[in-house]
């Protein structure tokens, strides 16, 4: 108990002295954080998307990790799989059996990007999570994106984290 008290309370420290840093840099900017200026693709896939500020490439999950706020944004592409054939088995019995909980779920319809988002719950050593699950792609293949962040953070990032899941599109298929 002694040793998860000495851990937690440095990785609390730093989590509070993060919202802080970006709720600052939020109130300058009149705005929560954006999106970077460059477009990635992510190895080994045929995916391109841009992260928000102050996430970097991170090679071990596909994808993008902000180090001070435990937040990360995992690519997956899948093949001979359409995406709406995937969403269909996205239910809260599913959600359930993974240890989970569904928050919230929505379509998203725009010009650029077709999707849908799951927003689930989960606790990680008494660290309260969501994750913004997005599902698009085409008739053949899928792209699943994980957007993992703490939930005392979620003013900051959320609409960020969505914006950034809403640029993913296969390289293949831009004009």
Known sequence: MCAMKSVAIPLISVILLLICSL???AQESGADVGLQDTIYI??????AITPPVEFKPF???????HMATSSTIQVNQIEDAPYLMIVENMTDDHF???????????????PDAKGYVYVIGFTIKGVDFERIMYFTGDLN???????????????????AMLECVKTAHFVDSVE
């Open 59 to 65: 090679d071990q999950i596909h994808g993008f990790i």
């Open 42 to 47: 992510i190895d080994s896939t045929d995916i």
């Open 96 to 110: 359930a059996s993974q240890g989970v909980t569904l928050l919230s779920q929505f379509e998203i319809n725009e």
């Open 141 to 159: 293949r899928t792209i699943w994106i994980n957007a993992n962040y703490p939930v005392m953070i979620k003013p900051l990032i959320y609409n």
């Open 23 to 25: 709720n600052v840099k």
